[in-house]
């Protein structure tokens, strides 16, 4: 089995990583950012369109 992970960018403080999906919460929740803790709708951190459909394919 391939791991699958998306990209995630805080609109607030600029700051990239990565995360596994099925750790996400489901897309219309909210979501911190571990680097400056801004609180936003988990789809506002996608990076692209790809990586918000990987993160729905596994809710």
Do not use: Y
Request: hydrophobic share 35%; proline share 7%.
């Amino acid at each position: 089995m391939v791991e699958a992970f998306v990209r995630l960018l805080c609109p607030e403080c600029g700051k990239e990583w990565e995360a596994n999906p099925s750790d996400l919460p489901a897309t219309r929740r909210n979501f911190d950012c571990p680097n400056c803790h801004a609180t936003r709708r988990l789809t506002e951190f996608m990076r692209t369109e790809r990586d918000l459909e990987i993160v729905k394919q596994f809710q």
